[in-house]
């Protein structure tokens, strides 16, 4: 069909529909409609078929209107190219003049720190290219990635460590480099320096000096960091009528409560996964959401790998609300509702000797308690009970009483100080705070890290009308957000990666944090903000770091040995922190070269 025959075409069909639809020629016989707009022949479908079939369409097909359109893109075109031919200067790529000693151009070197994600630390290795962080591994030579009492014959067996790492450490880096992380100090949207900061700081610290501190709240996330933990204490000891919150959402106050109620005190459960022949898992993702799931998922798939020295699979029970990787692995797997699991938890206790009120629930896929009880006291101080952090407390104080009947603390079930500088019930902490601001006690609010504005409880919301009550408002964060445009100052935090701190991993060792990058956009650590509330407002994380371990000396590197208790009673914990190195040192070695040791850097 020529062109011409279809312009005709095509301008017939128009008309028709359009006649069809004014009604202009009657029609005989059935009458056919394509939707049911067509059908109702409402105004705004006969208007979307005019822009449907606009009048101008057949000149699309018009060769010499389209010849025309062609000229004028390409000379749109031609006309663009042009605004971009400048002349570019030359560039050099100037050589060092004093190259670096351990700076080789196209080799990397690789750092030791650690990534403080979501609480507990998870130790790393960070890659180095000319300077600049480019990959993320998990660190061999850390004392959590040291291979444990695996078979010698297990082949996944590595005397050099394990360098696994998880998803949230790896995309870590892209934080450092991300363009949308805040990049100014801020006072009402305005960029000041931190010297306007300082002195704004100063001068209302002094004016709370006469009232100890009765107008100051410090509100962060909990703290790990011993360093960070030791300044908020010498600041409170200074200022005592100060008070410090916590407060994150997705806290663990349901295990800290199950442990006051088993011990009478918060503590710290770590497991021995590789020792572990059976293991009954109440709703707890161990293997990908707990402190510590990369050395537990390790220790777990170790014990269930068949060998020469292991002849026998290690077997794991899972009752769970929602769907897991831990479940998905399971050999039993038990789907129940939330409202059901006190009474199975109860009834699980009560098969151990635990005397209980039971009540029964209307399961309709109940587990077989009595056979999977009757598999645990077969293998006494080889299983584990391990239950999730979203449980109530009583049923981890259930988990508590049945893993002491089973004589599994000790053995694969440990108990140590808190991984925390101050454990606190954080709803209740963020209760006192809200309290204090309704009464108009609080002057000055300073919150390091967090978006309370944004994830506080709706009866405990941190909103406009709450906090427009307190005169000075100051957030440190690495973005903007929610809790930032409610504040008066914003200072912008430094990444990891570009900082110095220490933390703890999930079983209390000790790591040094340090920076592998100047800070890409001036940010700040929570260590310098704390420092403008001391004497030395002025000292910088290295320094403060340092002078932390050096005045802890060699009880810093002496590893907390993680004791042994029942279940009935407090547990003995340990007396000193993990050092970052993890070796023995008497009061008289030298802290210099231990302190080069704790940054050892592999190349």
Request: aromatic content about 8%; hydrophobic content about 35%; some cysteine.
């Amino acid at each position: 069909m020529s062109d011409s025959d279809r312009h005709i075409n095509f301008q017939l069909m128009r008309d028709h529909i359009l006649s069809l639809q004014d009604g202009e020629e009657r029609q005989t016989g059935k009458k056919y409609w394509r939707s049911l707009d067509e059908l109702a022949d409402s105004p705004a479908f006969r208007e979307f078929v005019s822009r449907e079939y606009p009048q101008q369409a057949e000149e699309w097909h018009d060769p010499i209107e389209r010849r025309t359109f062609m000229k004028l893109m390409g000379a749109s075109l031609a006309l663009a190219g042009l605004s971009g031919c400048v002349f570019q200067p030359p560039e050099k790529i100037v050589p060092y003049v004093k190259q670096p000693e351990e700076e080789v151009p196209g080799k990397a070197l690789f750092f030791a720190t650690a990534a403080p994600l979501f609480g507990a630390a998870t130790p790393v290795l960070v890659r180095s290219n000319e300077g600049r962080p480019t990959k993320i591994e998990g660190n061999p030579d850390h004392p959590n990635n040291r291979p444990g009492d695996f078979p010698p014959d297990d082949p996944a067996r590595d005397p050099r460590g394990s360098s696994a790492t998880d998803i949230f450490a790896q995309a870590s880096i892209l934080g450092l480099y991300d363009p949308d992380r805040s990049q100014t100090l801020t006072y009402r949207e305005d960029i000041r320096t931190w010297t306007s900061f300082v002195g704004e700081m100063r001068t209302t610290l002094d004016e709370q000096r006469p009232k100890q501190g009765a107008g100051i709240r410090f509100l962060t996330e909990p703290i790990i960091s011993p360093t960070l933990g030791a300044q908020m204490k010498e600041l409170l000891a200074t200022l005592p009528q100060a008070k410090w919150h916590q407060y994150e959402p997705a806290n663990r106050d349901n295990v800290r409560a199950g442990a006051v109620m088993a011990f009478g005190q918060p503590v710290n459960t770590t497991y021995r996964f590789d020792l572990a022949q059976r293991v009954l898992s109440l709703d707890n993702d161990f293997l990908s959401c707990l402190p510590g799931s990369l050395r537990y998922a390790r220790d777990f798939m170790a014990r269930r790998r068949v060998t020469e020295s292991n002849k026998e699979m290690n077997r794991l029970y899972v009752i769970e609300t929602t769907p897991t990787n831990t479940g998905a692995a399971a050999d039993h797997r038990w789907t129940v509702r939330q409202n059901e699991f006190e009474s199975i938890a109860k009834k699980l206790s009560f098969a151990n000797g635990m005397r209980l009120t039971i009540t029964e629930p209307n399961v309709a896929n109940q587990p077989n308690t009595l056979a999977i009880v009757e598999d645990l006291q077969e293998h006494k101080g080889a299983s584990i009970v391990i239950v999730g952090d979203q449980q109530p407390p009583i049923i981890h104080a259930l988990a508590h009483a049945m893993n002491a009947a089973l004589g599994n603390v000790g053995k694969t079930v440990f108990y140590t100080d808190p991984l925390e500088v101050n454990s606190v019930d954080q709803r209740q902490s963020l209760q006192d705070l809200v309290n204090d601001i309704d009464a108009g006690k609080v002057d000055l609010l300073v919150i390091i890290g967090g978006n309370p504005v944004y994830n506080t409880p709706v009866d405990l919301k941190l909103d406009f009308e709450r906090l427009k009550k307190v005169k000075l408002r100051v957030h440190l964060s690495q973005y903007k957000d929610e809790t930032t445009e409610l504040c008066h100052w914003h200072v912008p935090e430094a990444h990891y990666l570009e900082s110095w701190s220490d933390t703890r991993s999930y079983d209390g060792t000790v790591s040094i944090v340090q920076p592998l990058i100047e800070p890409l956009y001036d940010g700040k650590t929570p260590h310098e903000l704390l420092a403008v509330f001391s004497e030395q407002y002025d000292r910088k994380p290295y320094e403060i770091v340092r002078q932390y371990w050096q005045q802890t000396g060699a009880r810093g590197s002496q590893q907390g040995q993680a004791s042994s208790g029942s279940a009935q009673s407090s547990p003995a914990v340990a007396n000193q922190p993990a050092g970052p190195s993890q070796q023995t040192a008497s009061a008289s070695a030298d802290f210099e070269s231990m302190w080069r040791q704790w940054l050892r850097k592999r190349t």
